[in-house]
T-cell receptor, first 115, second 113 residues
Framework: AQKVTQAQTEISVVEKEDVTLDCVYE???????LFWYKQPPSGELVFLIR??????QNEISGRYSWNFQKSTSSFNFTITASQVVDSAVYFC????????????FGTGTRLQVTL | DAGVTQSPTHLIKTRGQQVTLRCSPK?????VSWYQQALGQGPQFIFQ???????QRGNFPDRFSGHQFPNYSSELNVNALLLGDSALYLC????????????FGPGTRLTVL
């Protein structure tokens, strides 16, 4: 069975601080996909990134970066120089390989960025 | 390019009633998945539709059923509503020939009194 753990329930930072959101996953599959979604107060889940299990290269997109480590089954997300607009709940998710597979989500980390 | 749309935005029902939620997928997508998100929790997979058939199902009772139409839009039906069915219901669309990223709609907030 697949499982995603986001141990940090809530994080509060002051604007311009860097923050890392942790994600640990469990799966028996050798090929799988990892995702991060952002859920602002409006409720809609906004897709941020997808990572394939066979590609451990870290990725940077503007102030966002992702660290994928298969050896520790982790897929952590770092926001550099956080801004108030980054305040949201962030979800890590996992899907198995194959056609249109379901997503297994973690419980989310609520990030509060204050001035 | 229109994204995923859902209706209604909010819904209030009483126990025992039935409800129908609707979803239109993102343009070009052929697969619709439904998720239930209870307050403070991550979304839980309900089921997925492709070619008007249910392809996968999560751990939800038969009270939860769905349908997909030829234009790829979908409905989620819940019968005999329970208080515990109160949640945000999210629809996601994608391409069946994957792997493909699922894109989510704004959700329908269902309150059961």
């Amino acid at each position: 069975a697949q499982k995603v753990t986001q141990a940090q329930t809530e994080i509060s930072v002051v604007e311009k601080e860097d923050v890392t959101l942790d994600c640990v996953y469990e799966t028996r599959d050798t090929t799988y996909y990892l995702f991060w979604y952002k859920q602002p107060p409006s409720g809609e889940l906004v897709f941020l990134i997808r990572r394939n299990s066979f590609d451990e290269q870290n990725e940077i997109s503007g102030r966002y970066s992702w660290n994928f480590q298969k050896s520790t089954s982790s897929f952590n997300f770092t926001i550099t120089a956080s801004q108030v607009v980054d305040s949201a709940v962030y979800f890590c998710a996992l899907s198995e390989a194959g056609t249109a597979s379901k997503l297994t989500f973690g419980t989310g980390t609520r990030l509060q960025v204050t001035l | 390019d229109a994204g995923v749309t859902q209706s209604p935005t909010h819904l209030i029902k009483t126990r025992g009633q039935q409800v129908t939620l609707r979803c239109s997928p993102k343009s070009g997508h052929d697969t619709v998945s439904w998720y239930q998100q209870a307050l403070g929790q991550g979304p839980q997979f309900i089921f997925q539709y492709y070619e008007e058939e249910e392809r996968q199902r999560g751990n939800f009772p038969d009270r939860f059923s769905g349908h997909q139409f030829p234009n790829y839009s979908s409905e989620l039906n819940v019968n005999a509503l329970l208080l515990g069915d109160s949640a945000l219901y999210l629809c996601a669309s994608s391409l069946f020939q994957g792997p493909d990223t699922q894109y989510f709609g704004p959700g329908t907030r269902l309150t059961v009194l």
